[in-house]
């Protein structure tokens, strides 16, 4: 089983940054793709940001895209999620998740699942 935990979160205002943090401990996410979900209150949730394995590949959404950046540490067990510019609308409770490949985290079909981490940006 791998856990992943979320950190970093909090309260900013808006055109604030803010860096999230998830590392994987318990069995290893060797080959995992890692990345970020988020889940504002009455909508579903939503996939912001994935990497592959080898950081060669990344995904951001068109929500984020140029605001958000996502990275892998270099022991590759850590994502961050780098966030800038940041939106009353980008509010929401962002989790991180781990699946074999980016295309399974793209087709919402994560293996892990952190508990999540709340991001609140005040107007």
């Known amino acids: 089983q791998v856990q992943l935990v979320e950190s970093g979160g909090g309260l900013v205002q808006a055109g604030d940054s803010l860096s999230l943090s998830c590392a994987a401990s318990?069995?290893?996410?060797?080959?995992?793709?890692m990345g970020w979900f988020r889940q504002a209150p009455g909508k579903e949730r939503e996939l912001v940001a994935g990497?592959?394995?080898?950081?060669?590949?990344?995904y951001h959404s068109d929500s984020v895209k140029g605001r958000f950046t996502i990275s892998r540490g270099n022991a590759k067990s850590t994502v961050y999620l780098q966030m800038n510019s940041l939106k009353p609308e980008d509010t929401a409770v962002y989790y991180c998740a781990a699946g074999l490949s980016l295309l399974r985290l793209r087709r919402y079909e994560p293996d892990y699942w952190g508990q999540g981490t709340q991001v609140t940006v005040s107007s």
């Open positions: 318990g069995r290893t996410v060797s080959g995992y793709a």
């Open positions: 990497i592959s394995w080898s950081s060669d590949n990344a």
